[in-house]
């Protein structure tokens, strides 16, 4: 093969290779007028964006296409073996606002649900001996505290949804790195704690009431800077 045609092939089997792992996607829906847990957590201002700006909206990342591959092998082995829904839907209304969680997948003879994640890289003080990783705490490993947030707020809703006592599980799959650069590929297994009702009330007032960035890195990484009125004062 020549120069372009080596190209065009490596092209169209990469965007063969982007599709076959989004078709294994189940891309969740939400009912109408529902916001999903993730735009408590994050700019309310995105999620009105987000709303009208369809192509912004698709998934193109590699490390986005890693993510949905672990989703679905994970969720695959445990519908085969213990039965697990995937995406399963919890409700819960305050004030007239219906919150609506996905969680990646529950397995209601076990009562465990699993968050499923993929991070690039994640700091560790030290390597573990072990890929899967119990206690990140003992490794100085610090998770994306949204995640966390997430992960808390579905136990509530999956135990108000469910009438009983569950655990949800935070599971990321990511690449740490120590303080003299070595690297390893580790599964993070970690419980977050669950997220009283009171504290998911004030989150959905806020998402009404305060139009503006959870995080101080918020606007830098929004795909909706541009077109935001209130980013040009905030990255400032
Ligand atoms: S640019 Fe900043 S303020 Fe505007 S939507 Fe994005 S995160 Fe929110």
């Not at 201002?45 to 698709?58: G, P």
């Not at 990342?61 to 994970?74: A, M, P, R, W, Y």
């Amino acid at each position: 093969m020549n120069t372009r045609s080596n190209f065009d092939f490596f092209h169209n089997l990469f965007k063969l290779y982007e599709d076959a792992i989004q078709g294994k996607r189940n891309h969740p829906t939400y009912s109408d007028n529902a916001l999903g847990i993730t735009a408590l957590l994050y700019c309310p201002l995105k999620y009105h964006y987000r709303q009208s700006d369809f192509h912004t909206n698709q998934y193109s990342s590699l490390e986005i296409l890693d993510g949905f591959d672990f989703e679905h092998t994970i969720k695959s082995i445990l519908q085969d073996h213990y039965g697990a829904i995937d995406e399963f839907v919890v409700e819960y209304e305050y004030n007239g606002t219906k919150i609506e969680g996905h969680l990646d997948v529950y397995v209601p003879t076990l009562n465990v649900a699993l968050e499923l994640k993929n991070m690039r890289l994640v700091k560790a003080k030290m390597l573990p001996a072990d890929t899967i990783v119990f206690n990140p705490e003992e490794y100085g490993i610090e998770l994306t505290q949204s995640y966390l947030k997430q992960a808390g707020i579905q136990k509530t809703l999956l135990d108000y949804h469910t009438n009983k006592t569950n655990q949800v599980f935070l599971v990321v799959k990511t690449t740490l790195i120590d303080h003299s650069m070595k690297a390893k590929k580790v599964i993070i297994i970690t419980q977050p704690p669950a997220v009283p009702l009171e504290e998911i009330n004030t989150l959905i007032e806020a998402f009404h009431n305060e139009k503006k960035p959870r995080y101080p890195w918020e606007c830098k990484l929004c795909p909706y800077t541009s077109m935001c009125k209130n980013a040009a004062n905030l990255l400032k």
